[in-house]
Nanobody, 122 residues
């Protein structure tokens, strides 16, 4: 049983930056791979980034690599998503997820947060 709570979303102008945080409960956080996904209205949920339990392995969607960075602080039971050079098309609800391995498919994760809204204006 893992509970995940995202924070850090909000309204930002195009070209700006946001850092999302995902705080996790549990005593074995470092054993979980973590992922970030996003979903815009009327669109499918989309993989954003993933990180292994130790933080040594990361994956990114090609279109986001170079702008977004995933990281984690296991001492704080928290995973982060640093988002730079934001574009209006980045507008979505961003959710974090925990699973056994850092995969890109949502069904490979076991626990999900409720999401945080990111809105990028022109």
């Amino acid at each position: 049983q893992v509970q995940l709570v995202e924070s850090g979303g909000g309204l930002v102008q195009a070209g700006g930056s946001l850092r999302l945080s995902c705080a996790a409960s549990g005593r074995t956080f470092s054993r979980y791979a973590m992922g970030w996904f996003r979903q815009a209205p009327g669109k499918e949920r989309e993989f954003v980034a993933a990180i292994s339990g130790s933080g040594s392995i990361t994956y990114y969607t090609d279109s986001m690599k170079g702008r977004f960075t995933i990281s984690r602080d296991n001492a704080k039971n928290t995973v982060y998503l640093q988002m730079n050079s934001l574009k209006p098309e980045d507008t979505a609800v961003y959710s974090c997820a925990a699973g056994s391995v850092p995969r890109t498919r949502g069904y490979e994760y076991d626990y999900w947060g409720q999401g945080t809204q990111v809105t990028v204006s022109s």
